[in-house]
């Protein structure tokens, strides 16, 4: 005996919104309230046998949009601080150049790279500067008194930056978790959705299916054929961050929309594509996919996390000139 998928045993309603919570809210929603309003009684039923999986999985929605926005504003928090770095580095230097003159060797010792380490890459790696010279003005403190404040001022501020990343993490920790609920619960609710929903319509309408679209939006569930795709394209400098959006500027992709990145450079250079919270960030700041000269990626809108970061940037860490492609798949 043959195990065939035959189709009237595969539910339509879970594989057509597999990749779009937008489209599973909106046909839930819609047939939803197009139930709560009958007052047939096998249309009355269905509505409270499905009502409890519509509402759980539209309280997941909303905890998620909750969840992104206090993310978003734990992540300015964070990067607000660190942006505060030239202003106490103007504080944190004379008192050690007073001691040991800048560029002797005592000097760098404490600023290896003076202020670039605090001022460029990512802001994991300019927490990263704070923390070693907090560690390293320790090491001057008891031959040098004048050097206590300046440490402890660098230690306070080490820890108030620290204790934002970790707030700022945990809450990108929890918000996955609501992800993979939420997740959990679309294949719950479609499955609702197929057998209590399609099922009773069906039952009751089985001599006049076309009745069944008054309640269920199917030109909305079947409504994907793709758009034209997108391309553009263009070239980078060595070491050049180039911000993209206004190149894509007006399209309102879904989260399940294609991006292919090409490196279409001659040489050996890699591009680094990346999404992150501010134009300038370097890669690093969100989530970052690497593609090698002559390779194409493809990812997902959503593998971006456009919503928490907005920017899309390309990067060219080499000492070559770069040549990138971007086609989007709407």
Known sequence: MTNTNFRLLLNT???????????????????????RAAT???????????????????????????????????????????DTLPDKLRQWEPPVYALFPEDSGTAQEIFPRKRTPFYEGP??????AVEALRDNLLNYTVA????????????????????????QQSREGGLEVLRQ??????????????????????RKYYTQPDLLLGYIDLYELFDNQPAEPIVVNGSINP????????????LEPAPESIIRM????????????????????????????????????????SDFRFDTYPNFNIHN?????????????I
């Not at 919104?17 to 046909?27: D, E, F, G, N, Y």
């Not at 619960?185 to 009773?200: E, F, K, L, N, S």
């Not at 050049?240 to 190149?247: D, F, K, P, V």
């Open 239 to 250: 070491g050049q961050i180039l911000n993209i959006n206004s190149e894509i500027d007006g």
């Open 144 to 167: 040098n008194p004048t050097l206590v404040p300046v440490q402890a001022d660098v230690a306070a501020f080490y820890t108030l930056a620290k204790t934002a990343r970790q707030t």
């Open 123 to 128: 802001y994991y790696n300019r927490l990263i």
């Open 317 to 329: 860490p080499t000492g070559n000139n770069g040549n990138w492609e971007i086609e989007i798949i």
């Open 40 to 82: 047939d009684p096998a249309l009355v039923s269905v509505f409270t046998d499905y009502e409890p999986h519509h509402e759980a999985y539209l309280s997941l929605n909303v905890a998620i949009s909750i969840a992104e926005g206090t993310y978003k504003g734990k992540t300015t928090t964070f990067e607000g601080i660190l």
């Open 262 to 301: 090409r490196n279409t450079s001659t040489t050996g250079a890699a591009l680094f594509f990346y999404s992150a919270f501010n134009p300038g960030d370097g890669p690093g700041n969100g989530i970052q996919f690497t593609v090698n000269a002559g390779d194409t990626l493809e990812k997902t809108i």
């Open 181 to 202: 609920q939420r997740d959990q619960q679309r294949i719950v609710t479609m499955d609702a959705y197929w057998g209590i929903v399609y099922g009773g319509l069906l």
């Open 13 to 35: 309603f879970e594989s057509q919104t597999r990749k779009s919570h937008t489209k599973a809210v909106k046909l839930s929603t819609d047939t939803t309230d197009k139930l």
